[in-house]
């Protein structure tokens, strides 16, 4: 019993003075992710920046499983374009009153604006979750949150978590995509009660 205490100290010792060698480094903590959330209503900040141009305003996003409304104004809250989307399909209403239709929502969006918004992708990420069934890499931050998210081409970085219904959710996202795409998300308020919500 003795020599086996005695081995059983020597390896810890060891374990210990090797978490002090040079080039030692603690395993990465594991990214425990959300469950997945039916609702969602922000208000918040939005920018997007390429090479060409870039976009600066407000944000008002309401998300439910039936419908999504996405409105983007200027920073003085003048409207740019007002999207909404169901089963059916996705339309679009820009700041001269035109309405556009596409299937999908990041399609409408290019066509009309001219910009690139991974709505399919950001949805998922601006509630510091992954977008499912589709491959991904992602870091872990002190508590297990993410912290960096790579997904559909994309880096995503998330910071400011805070406590939201009982749920750590991110104040701020940035997601790039090569050198030439950066969007920036800044969140204000959240609310997660869909019956406490109104549609912008």
């Given at each position: 019993?003795?020599?086996?205490?005695g081995l059983?100290?020597l390896?810890?010792?060891?374990l210990?003075a090797?978490?002090h060698?040079?080039?030692?480094?603690?395993?990465?903590?594991?990214?425990?992710l959300?469950p997945?959330l039916?609702?969602f209503?922000?208000?918040g900040?939005?920018s997007?920046?390429?090479?060409?141009?870039s976009?600066?305003?407000?944000?008002?996003w309401?998300?439910?499983?039936?419908?999504?409304t996405?409105?983007?104004?200027?920073?003085?809250?003048?409207?740019v374009?007002?999207?909404?989307?169901?089963e059916r399909?996705v339309e679009?209403?820009?700041s001269?009153g035109?309405?556009?239709h596409?299937a999908?929502?990041?399609?409408?969006?290019?066509?009309?604006?001219?910009?690139?918004?991974p709505v399919?992708g950001?949805?998922?990420?601006v509630?510091?979750?992954?977008?499912?069934?589709?491959?991904y890499?992602?870091?872990a931050?002190?508590?297990?949150?993410?912290?960096?998210l790579q997904?559909d081409?994309?880096?995503?970085?998330?910071?400011?978590?805070?406590?939201s219904?009982?749920?750590?959710?991110?104040?701020k996202?940035?997601a790039?995509?090569g050198?030439d795409?950066e969007?920036?998300?800044?969140?204000?308020q959240?609310?997660?009660?869909?019956?406490?919500?109104?549609?912008?």
């Amino acid at each position: 019993m003795n020599f086996r205490r005695g081995l059983s100290l020597l390896l810890a010792g060891l374990l210990a003075a090797c978490a002090h060698l040079p080039g030692y480094a603690p395993p990465a903590k594991a990214v425990v992710l959300p469950p997945p959330l039916a609702f969602f209503q922000l208000e918040g900040r939005v920018s997007v920046k390429t090479d060409a141009e870039s976009f600066s305003g407000g944000m008002t996003w309401r998300h439910a499983p039936e419908r999504q409304t996405l409105l983007l104004s200027t920073p003085l809250g003048q409207g740019v374009a007002e999207l909404h989307g169901d089963e059916r399909g996705v339309e679009l209403r820009d700041s001269a009153g035109r309405v556009h239709h596409a299937a999908d929502a990041e399609t409408l969006v290019h066509q009309a604006l001219g910009v690139t918004l991974p709505v399919k992708g950001l949805a998922w990420w601006v509630v510091g979750n992954v977008r499912p069934d589709t491959h991904y890499q992602a870091e872990a931050d002190a508590d297990g949150r993410l912290a960096v998210l790579q997904q559909d081409g994309w880096r995503i970085e998330f910071s400011r978590y805070a406590e939201s219904a009982g749920r750590f959710l991110p104040g701020k996202l940035i997601a790039r995509r090569g050198d030439d795409l950066e969007i920036r998300v800044v969140v204000d308020q959240w609310n997660l009660t869909p019956d406490a919500g109104s549609a912008p």
